[in-house]
């Protein structure tokens, strides 16, 4: 009695499991072929690839003190200026590790990962995880105030020869509720160069001439509007991208102008929002 009860029970499971896949294939087998599929499998791996991007500097590192000065330019959107940012040594190992991995830049156009020197022209490395660069990711955070769910993405230099560029741009393409670069510091690891300011045609000039010093006034602003920061070794501008509502800032617009002599080398440091994520580390 009870062994003809089991195989009653089995038949019917392996009844039900048959007719449930013949409507599947019937209804067009969702989740296998479907347009909608190919659609999120071509943002998933993108997504993936954002947080593998993902970095904090680890526990227990340890960084000696360093100080820096800072002048706050905006409040909203928040941008300063940052003197001694990175010390002498700092910039210049950066550019010593970066010396054996430049590769050209490229740009992004609908998803598309491509090469277009009108818009920017430069050159890009990768830069390797040692303790002097984590203390710098750290710094970056600290000066953040530690925000949650918040990290560093791979940090990147970028080498401006006579002509190298990058045209005007926000920092915020791909931003969600969930996800997003909350801030940027561009760093100037070299400013042996005339020309490559960092331009924000959107912000307007100061009064006060003490700011002379970290951007072109008057002579040297040639037209171009807004305001420009000069490039100076060691140096940092920082700016939010995005307000408390998660509204992108549009005074944040900018440029690197054009180097017209010597090199500049830069340091990007994007801070990014993700929600629910830990660190590695
Ligand atoms: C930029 O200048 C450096 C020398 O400072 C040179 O090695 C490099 O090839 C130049 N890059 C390009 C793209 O011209």
């Known amino acids: 009695m009870p062994q003809e009860t089991s ?8 009844e039900v499991a048959i007719i449930s896949l013949v409507i599947y294939i019937l209804i067009g087998t969702p989740g296998i072929s479907t347009s909608q599929t190919t659609q999120t499998e071509a943002v998933n791996p993108k997504a993936r690839a954002k947080v593998e991007n993902l970095v904090y500097p680890r526990e227990n590192l340890q960084c000696t003190h360093h100080g820096h000065q800072i002048h706050i330019f905006t409040t909203n959107p928040l941008v300063m200026y940052i003197e001694d940012f990175v010390s002498e040594d700092e910039a210049d190992h950066l550019v010593d590790i970066s010396a054996n991995n430049w590769q ?7 998803g598309q990962e ?7 022209k430069s050159e890009k490395a990768l830069v390797d995880r040692d303790d002097m660069v984590q203390c710098i990711e750290q710094r970056a955070l600290s000066i953040q105030g530690w925000p949650q769910e918040t990290f560093i993405e791979r940090l990147w230099t970028q080498r ?6 990058y045209a005007h741009h926000y920092d915020w393409a791909t931003a969600s509720k969930h996800s997003r670069r909350v801030s940027t510091f561009m760093v100037y690891l ?7 300011g960092t331009n924000f ?14 951007i072109e006034c008057a002579a040297e602003r040639d037209g171009t509007p807004g ?3 000069k490039p100076r070794k060691g140096a940092a501008v920082y ?8 509204r992108g800032y549009k005074e944040t617009i900018h440029a690197g102008l054009p180097v017209t002599s010597g090199v500049k080398i830069g340091l990007n440091i994007w801070t990014w929002f993700q929600a629910g994520h830990v660190a590695d580390e």
């Open 104 to 110: 050209v830049s490229t740009v992004f156009n609908k």
């Open 190 to 196: 070299r400013a042996e160069c005339t020309g490559g």
């Open 239 to 246: 700016w939010e991208n995005f307000d408390a509502s998660g």
């Open 114 to 120: 491509h090469r277009d020197d009108s818009i920017r």
């Open 201 to 214: 045609p959107r912000l307007p000039m100061p009064h006060d001439e003490k700011w002379c010093a970290y």
């Open 160 to 165: 401006y020869n006579v002509s190298g560029h």
């Open 7 to 14: 195989s009653i029970r089995w038949r019917t499971v392996v």
């Open 227 to 229: 305001v420009t920061f």
